[in-house]
């Protein structure tokens, strides 16, 4: 997951700084023979903005600390070079908004690219390990917070008056990360002296729909957009993450970790061999009918003690799995995948109450939607919401933000007449953002621009058999392959990536471009990629 932007970065002791406020009109189009002191380096507001403030700092070759940002722990990059720090704070005039972008410009073997990082949950941005990473691989790196708090810190929704806080809401939606592109432009060719030859854009979750709002609404900001595991329907998704806890409570049955794990393991053992082969990894889910009922008696030891599955559990992890429906029995949205966790991050959580009864103890996310964005009281308690309730909220949703932060147009025409290319990666075991609302959002692409070939052109999507929520990040090379695509022509037909299938075990795929899936070719090792094909699926 993506991280947002810190206001200080503690990366060394600062060699010189300057705060100042620049001309409003400043030129960022300058061509000059040598690059410019970090100290100089001044901003042209975008659009509709006023610089409030410059702050430059030279920062000095080592190693980056990124401190704890709730529920993310410390962390360190190593062996980044020296790099010149700024931080540009822009506001809306009469918007009362502060929104930071930063800018980290290596002083030697600049790569003569950008690439923009973006965010996780509800930060907007890096808060320093994606950005020292950039720079460590020779890009000028950008960032954003849009003027928004931490992951989890949903402080910011209502304004004094209880009222949604639309001016930031617009921010965290598209607007900043689209002038974060055009100050991170500006900054780059007023310090070396000329434009970057290529601007990407990478992000993960929030990240991910942030790249598509890019390739949507404002198309000429990147020439590549590496946007995974995206979290667009952002309206409907996020209600839909709470269904396993409005099951469990409505049901008034939680089942234990040690159940939900039967029943996955159980399930993924059934479907396995759908691909053609025993190798601890289910290719789509989607298509796995494994009935939990059938585990119904069965006895397991869970902590210490003898649990026996009930009827009920295994009700409750039926309808999990199937998805939110209206109380008539119509589909809202996909369920959580087989075989994805649901107990990491308190999906299906559970927690006493002062009685010692269990209740639901939600993921943090979507509670915090509904708490504060739909029901207008951040102390809301979620685990009272009824199934006839739960479809109002996912109406109430989908009518008042679908087309603030939906993130779904199917219309990238622009996108694609600006020559700009779009890849994407998604879990099949994502337990946060169900695949199939991703590989729907495909399919109306195609409908809405022509077929699969053309849209094949400028958008690629790659499924990944056993991986949860941004869990290939570092574990394949799709920016060096959308690098590839941009500046030689070059399109992935495969993602080669290291997979750890349902024994612990690291085996190597490659994940073959929608629509087309993976299938074993009945002779060789089981985890080696060149044991499997890409082959165009079934209708059946």
Not at 218 to 243: C, H, K, M, Q, R
Request: proline share 6%.
């Amino acid at each position: 997951m993506r991280r947002r932007l810190l206001t200080a970065v503690a990366a060394g002791v600062p060699l010189a700084a300057a705060v100042y406020l620049p001309s409003a009109s400043a030129d960022t189009g300058s061509t000059a023979s040598k690059p410019l002191q970090c100290s100089t380096v001044d901003v042209k507001a975008p659009v509709g903005t006023r610089v409030e403030k410059v702050v430059s700092v030279e920062r000095p070759a080592g190693t980056v600390d990124v401190p704890a940002i709730p529920p993310v722990p410390a962390s360190q990059v190593t062996d980044v070079p020296a790099y010149c720090d700024v931080t540009v704070t822009l506001t809306h005039p009469g918007e009362g908004d502060h929104a930071n972008v930063k800018v980290w410009l290596p002083k030697a073997g600049w790569n003569g690219r950008l690439q923009t990082l973006g965010g996780s949950a509800f930060a907007a941005g890096d808060y320093g390990t994606g950005l020292a990473g950039a720079v460590k691989n020779g890009y000028a790196a950008a960032t954003t917070d849009a003027g928004v708090k931490s992951y989890l810190d949903t402080s910011w929704a209502l304004n004094a008056s209880g009222k949604v806080n639309t001016s930031l809401l617009k921010n965290f939606s598209a607007r900043s990360e689209h002038e974060a592109a055009v100050v991170a432009k500006g900054v780059i060719g007023r310090y070396y002296g000329k434009s970057a030859s290529y601007a990407y854009f990478n992000g993960c979750s929030t990240g991910g729909r942030q790249g598509y709002a890019e390739a949507q609404r404002y198309p000429d900001d990147y020439d590549g957009i590496l946007a995974n595991a995206p979290a667009i329907s952002w309206d409907e998704f996020e209600v839909a993450t709470l269904w396993p806890q409005v099951v469990m409570n409505n049901e008034k049955t939680f089942p234990t970790g040690c159940e939900f794990d039967a029943f996955n393991a159980a399930a993924v053992k059934a479907c396995d061999p759908l691909d053609g082969v025993k190798d601890g990894l289910v290719e789509n889910p989607a298509r796995c009918d494994f009935d939990p009922r059938r585990l119904i008696g069965t006895t397991l030891e869970c902590e210490g003690k003898q649990v026996t599955i009930t009827a009920a559990d295994a009700a409750v992890v039926r309808k999990i799995w199937d998805g939110p429906r209206t109380t008539s029995g119509k589909k809202l949205w996909s369920g959580v995948p087989i075989g994805a966790d649901l107990k990491f991050p308190n999906l299906a959580g559970t927690q006493p109450d002062a009685s010692g009864n269990l209740k639901g103890a939600p993921f943090p996310v979507p509670a915090a939607w509904v708490a504060s964005w739909l029901k207008k009281q951040p102390s809301f308690d979620v685990s009272t919401i009824t199934y006839g309730e739960f479809t109002r909220l996912f109406r109430q949703s989908q009518a008042e933000y679908d087309r603030v932060i939906g993130t779904d147009s199917p219309d990238l025409s622009a996108f694609r007449k600006s020559g700009g290319k779009l890849l994407t990666w998604h879990g099949q075991q994502d337990q946060l953002i169900p695949t199939q609302g991703t590989v729907a959002y495909r399919q109306q692409v195609e409908r809405e621009m022509g077929s699969s070939k053309r849209v094949d052109d400028f958008y690629r999507l790659f499924l990944a058999p056993g991986t949860a929520h941004c869990g290939l990040n570092g574990q394949t090379d799709d920016l060096g392959a959308l690098r590839t695509w941009v500046e030689h022509g070059k399109a992935p037909s495969t993602l080669t990536a290291t997979l750890t299938n349902s024994a612990g075990e690291q085996v190597t795929r490659d994940l073959c471009a929608y629509p087309k899936v993976s299938r074993y070719k009945g002779h060789g090792d089981p985890a080696a990629a060149d044991s499997f094909r890409c082959v165009t699926p079934s209708r059946h």
